[in-house]
Structures are given as structure tokens and as C-alpha cells.
């Protein structure tokens, strides 16, 4: 102790910076004052290096990217596979000569697909070599891009089809190519000869040619009629191919019934065995008409049986000089294997078929009952205020 002074010496302990001495008291304002931090190492150089930060950043890039990737090809696989957008079942032209690009660009603005680049890519992917097919299609509602391309891919179009029936003539078959609403592009410049078409219905797609339809008729035809005349019987009284379409295009005009066509063709075949003419009404009307047709309204005349044509088989001997119209199988196939009969004659029964004579009594009596029931049909008619038939046509072929 020093003369009254207070010790100054402080308790022995660790002073403010850290060392051991006495422990100094700090102001209010010294204890509100923040302590020194230490500072962070100082990065090494080769930290510091640019090749470390650009490949740093390079990392980063291929992390984004990938996830990106990813992300992008998880949304177009289930897009690709969700249920479409189409709400009902629609029709889609793809033209031919079409890209899938344009493809897909069409599908999208007609809302049947709901992202056109996803449809692209992801059926390029699929397609591998294969390609998207031309023609009409129907999407079915909510059909999926991958059922659409798959669709698209088989090129299960539309069909449409145009019939042929059996009987008509060149001419005719061209009408009703002509008048089709599907078929595209100009029939051919030049007719095929008659009886060269096969009577069908063509299946066929959108943007099918005309031309197509009668170069599928012409070559069904050909195959059908060798097919057929190689399988004939040899003892017919016909020569040709030529002559025996002629004659199967006689059958095809007679009758329509399925039974009768073997019999009508033995009627005929025995004519011409026999040397007798043919005197078949169906002639006639081409002889007059041509490949035109005759028209629903025009009867035969009695005049028409005299009218001296290459096609009229009641002034001429034998066949005419080319088919009358398309025959089609069963006709063909009465005629290279007919009935075994001895009739020379038949004649409508007034009900839609014919009834068959060996000899002219029989068949004139045939004819006379055919008349009986057309009398009773016109005076039926008359009763009903039906126009008559005019004086001069004919009642019925009298075959000698």
C-alpha cells in the first residue's frame, strides 16, 4: 500500500488479447465494438487459374444441359403417347410427295396433334427408313401422335370404290369412271375394244388416277378370260378368245339369272353348231346404238329386227364381229362350259326368266302364252292410265 493510494494492481488473468495479465475492464461503447474476423485463406494460384474456372463453367454447362435434355425428352416421349386433342373422329389427307415436316405442320393446324415438332421428331426417331404414306386416313378421337404415325406409317387409307357391273359396255364403264367424285386425272384418250374390261368393284384411295381403275379392269380381264378358256370344253363350236367373249357378251345381255346362263349358252352354242342364226335382241340394240346403250324408253321395234347392221344376228350369220358389251366370270364360264342340252329356243315367262324349247312348236307355244300374259300386263296398264307400247314393237324374238 502506498500512502493512502488504492492498488492499482488488478487480479491476475487473461487480458483482452488473450495474454495473461490483468484484466482490464472495456466501456460500454469498447464492448458494442465488433471483434476483428479473421480474414479467409488466400486462394492458391492454381485455384486462381483460368483453365480451372473455364472448365468449372464448362461442368456447369453439361449439368444444365443434360438436365435440360432430359427434362425435354421426358416431355416429348409422354406428349407423344398422351391422348390427342381431336374430339372426334376426323379425315387427314397426307398428298402424295408430302414431307413428314408438312405433315406434321398440318396435323397441328387441324388440331389433331397438339405439338407438330414433337410429332416430327419423335417419328423421325421412330420411322427410322420408313416413311409416311399418301392417301385419306381417319384419326380416331384422341388418338395419340404414336398411333397417328403408326397409322400414317401402314398406310391403311380410306378406301373408296367404284362398281362395274357386268353387261355394260366400254362406254359405259368410262361414264361412270368419268362421274366419280373421288377419282382424279382424264380417262384414256383412246377406248379399249369391247368386252376388254372385267366388270368389278375397284377398291381404291384417295387421289387414285381414272387411268389406274381401267388399266386394273383391262388386265383382270385378260387374266380371267385365259384362265377360263384354257379350262373350256374342246368341243365347242368357237375358235377363239375373241369369239368366245363375243358370245359370253351375248349370254351377259339375255340374262341375269345365274341358273340360266349355262343354258342360254348351250341354246346359242347349238345354233351355231347347227349353222342357225342366233337372233339374239341384245345385237339388235347394239347394231342400232353402239356402245352408247339404248335408251330405258326405246323399245325394239319390229323395224329394228330387219335393220341391216354387222351386229344384227337376225340378218347375219354367226357371231357379230366383236363382244357387245363386258361379260363378266359367270358368263364367261357358262359359255366355255355350257349345259349339256338339245334347246334351239328360249323366251321370256313373264317373270323374269326364260323357259327353253328343242323345237319350234314348242317354243311358239311358249311365245304364244309369253303374249298371253304381256296382253293381260298392257290391259292391266291401259286400266291404270299407263302409256301403251307403240304399234310397232316387237312382241317377242320368234327363234328359227
Avoid: C
Avoid at 23 to 43: M, N
Avoid at 64 to 74: D, H, I, Q, S
Avoid at 126 to 137: M, P, S
Avoid at 211 to 230: F, L, M, S, Y
Amino acid at each position: 500500500m502506498n500512502d493512502g493510494q488504492e492498488n492499482s494492481t488488478a487480479p491476475s488473468g487473461r487480458n483482452e488479447g488473450g495474454t495473461k495479465g490483468p484484466i482490464i475492464p472495456k466501456s460500454p461503447i469498447e464492448a458494442l465494438r465488433p471483434e476483428k474476423v479473421p480474414q479467409p485463406p488466400k486462394r492458391s494460384r492454381k485455384a486462381r487459374s483460368q483453365v480451372v474456372i473455364f472448365l468449372n463453367f464448362l461442368m456447369t454447362v453439361i449439368v444444365v444441359l443434360t438436365l435440360v435434355a432430359a427434362g425435354t425428352a421426358y416431355y416429348a416421349m409422354t406428349s407423344y403417347e398422351a391422348r390427342g386433342p381431336l374430339v372426334a373422329n376426323s379425315n387427314f389427307i397426307v398428298r402424295n410427295g408430302a414431307g413428314i415436316a408438312e405433315i406434321a405442320s398440318s396435323l397441328e393446324r387441324n388440331q389433331i396433334v397438339s405439338d407438330g415438332r414433337v410429332f416430327r421428331f419423335m417419328s423421325e426417331a421412330y420411322l427410322d427408313d420408313e416413311t409416311l404414306k399418301a392417301g385419306e386416313y381417319e384419326i380416331k378421337a384422341g388418338a395419340s401422335m404414336q398411333e397417328i404415325m403408326e397409322l400414317l406409317k401402314s398406310g391403311k387409307s380410306i378406301l373408296y370404290s367404284a362398281s362395274l357391273p357386268e353387261g355394260l359396255t366400254v362406254k359405259q364403264m368410262f361414264r361412270k369412271l368419268q362421274d366419280d367424285p373421288i377419282l382424279e386425272g382424264d380417262l384414256p384418250a383412246n377406248l379399249p375394244a369391247e368386252g376388254t374390261l372385267r366388270p368389278d368393284t375397284y377398291k381404291f384411295s384417295r387421289g387414285t388416277k381414272r387411268a389406274e381403275i381401267v388399266a386394273q379392269a383391262t388386265a383382270a380381264q385378260k387374266t380371267i378370260v385365259d384362265q377360263i378358256w384354257a379350262k373350256r370344253d374342246e368341243k365347242l363350236p368357237i375358235k377363239t378368245r375373241e369369239e368366245f367373249v363375243t358370245l359370253a357378251s351375248i349370254v351377259e345381255k339375255e340374262t341375269g339369272i345365274a341358273d340360266e346362263r349355262s343354258r342360254v349358252a348351250s341354246v346359242f352354242l347349238n345354233r351355231l353348231d347347227k349353222g342357225m342364226r342366233l337372233q339374239s335382241d341384245p345385237t339388235i340394240i347394239y347394231g342400232i346404238f353402239g356402245g352408247e346403250g339404248k335408251p330405258a324408253d326405246r323399245p325394239i321395234l319390229r323395224s329394228d329386227l330387219e335393220k341391216k347392221t354387222p351386229y344384227n344376228t337376225y340378218v347375219i350369220k354367226g357371231l357379230p364381229p366383236t363382244p357387245i358389251a363386258n361379260p363378266g366370270r359367270a358368263a364367261l364360264e357358262a359359255v366355255a362350259n355350257p349345259s349339256r342340252t338339245a334347246d334351239l329356243y328360249f323366251v321370256a315367262d313373264g317373270t323374269g326368266g326364260h323357259v327353253f324349247a328343242t323345237t319350234l312348236d314348242d317354243h311358239n307355244a311358249n311365245v304364244r302364252r309369253w303374249r298371253k300374259l304381256e296382253a293381260e300386263k298392257a290391259s292391266a296398264a291401259k286400266a291404270a292410265g299407263a302409256a301403251a307400247p307403240p304399234a310397232d314393237a316387237a312382241e317377242a324374238p320368234v327363234q328359227n
